[in-house]
């Protein structure tokens, strides 16, 4: 197949590439980095310690994560179109449910509504009918969608935080809520046409042949599949331990919360970057190549943020940190179909993104134990430093092993 440069690229795939990165977007209104901005408010609000607000939250995320094992075949059994008319209203519901929330009940629902729609079935949705409509340049289309994430995240804090100040923080959710409803309908029309892969020609795709016909079944008893889970988890893990308890690292550090969000640019610029240039790389090289080596930015980053206590070193982490989540968007949209082909993509994925959740979950609420328990961030931030160094190091025999299954099936 003939590479289309960038521009034509856009051109003739842009409605499919436009639908993905409007479900990246509003997949923000459930993810840490969005929800922690009003950590403290809700916090003062139901009378909450760090410890039992990371323990609902972590809670709540973990059941949206169960439910994610039951509702994320839906994309292989109905149109994409219709998963969003259904997913959009709910994350809207959950946006809503958390500016009316008086207590601990409703806050709860909120919550579990906001992870399962946002960062559940939004991302789920988008990674998986990416990589069901693309093939040979799969890296290249997620890569692209991806960004709307990032736009989130560059985006919407400052806004969010101006909003709040200005109207209280029950009046960001109210919004949220309304663009969430107004662009699940854009999306849903975008997606009225799906988009059927044109045949391959020239040199085979990445994709293994044999690997179409994998189900969930078969994929769980893989021994490959968890150290892949392992590695890939780690940036929902970490980025949300971080960002989820910002607000007390810059106050023990004797930061104020404009040097956090300062340094929020940067990261995104960098994600930005690393999430393109990862996609190219992906389409020429295939995700086992990079999944040994995309953690060890990160790595780096959480020992400096850990043992540098200056401000520079939180411009640094999120550089870092903004390398590995660049090439991290691309390599969870690309490695599963690769590995396991497309035909069950949907009910395999719906695992994978489990676990993501549930990584997501486990760091802020262990974090927020540990800080309770006296464990300081400092030691926290050095150990997670140690688990991306051993992550990248444990997973490159798995790698050689699947290329190796990889090269005996195209034989």
């Given amino acids: 197949m003939t590479r289309l440069p960038e521009a034509a690229f856009l051109r003739r795939e842009g409605r499919w590439l436009l639908g993905g990165f409007l479900l990246f977007l509003l997949s923000s209104f459930g993810q840490t980095f969005f929800v922690s901005l009003f950590a403290d408010d809700i916090r003062d609000k139901h009378g909450l310690t760090h410890g039992s607000y990371g323990a609902l939250y972590m809670a709540a995320t973990l059941l949206g994560a169960v439910a994610l094992t039951r509702t994320g075949d839906l994309v292989d059994r109905h149109p994409a179109r219709r998963v969003v008319l259904v997913s959009a209203p709910l994350l809207a519901l959950g946006a809503v449910a958390m500016a009316c929330s008086s207590d601990l009940f409703t806050l709860f629902g909120a919550l579990v509504l906001l992870r399962l729609f946002g960062q559940g079935m939004m991302t789920h949705t988008a990674f998986t009918v990416l990589g069901r409509w693309f093939t040979r340049q799969r890296g290249r289309a997620v890569s692209l969608a991806a960004l709307g994430l990032n736009t989130g995240e560059a985006a919407l804090p400052a806004p969010a935080v101006a909003l709040a100040v200005a109207a209280g923080w029950q009046s960001v959710w109210w919004a949220a809520g ?234």
Avoid at 305 to 331: E, H, I, R
Wanted: charged fraction near 10%; proline fraction near 7%.
């Fill in 178 to 411: 309304a663009l969430v409803a107004v662009a699940g309908v854009a999306v849903a029309a975008l997606f009225k046409v799906e988009r059927t892969p044109p045949p391959a020609t020239g040199a085979p795709a990445p994709e293994v042949p044999a690997a179409a016909g994998w189900t969930r079944a078969e994929v769980l008893r893989d021994r490959c599949f968890y150290p892949l889970l392992l590695t890939t988890a780690a940036p929902a893990l970490i980025g949300n331990t971080v960002f989820f308890h910002q607000a007390h690292l810059a106050e023990t550090r004797g930061w104020s919360l404009g040097v956090l969000a300062s340094a929020f640019p940067l990261y995104a610029v960098s994600t930005v970057l690393c999430s393109v240039a990862g996609g190219l790389l992906l389409d020429r090289y295939t995700g086992l190549v990079l999944l040994p080596v995309f953690l060890l930015p990160l790595g780096g980053g959480l020992l400096l943020l850990g043992t540098v206590t200056a401000p520079w070193s939180v411009f640094a982490f999120m550089a870092l940190y903004g390398v590995t989540n660049g090439l991290s968007l691309s390599l969870f949209g690309a490695v599963w179909p690769e590995v396991y082909g497309t035909r069950h993509l949907g009910a395999v994925r719906s695992v994978v993104v489990a676990v993501l959740v549930f990584a997501s979950a486990l760091g802020p609420g262990a974090g927020g134990l540990l800080l309770d328990a006296g464990v300081g961030q400092p030691v926290q931030l050095v150990a997670l430093g140690g688990y991306c160094l051993a992550a990248s190091v444990f997973v490159v025999p798995v790698t050689r092993r699947l290329r190796a299954r990889r090269t005996a099936v195209l034989r």
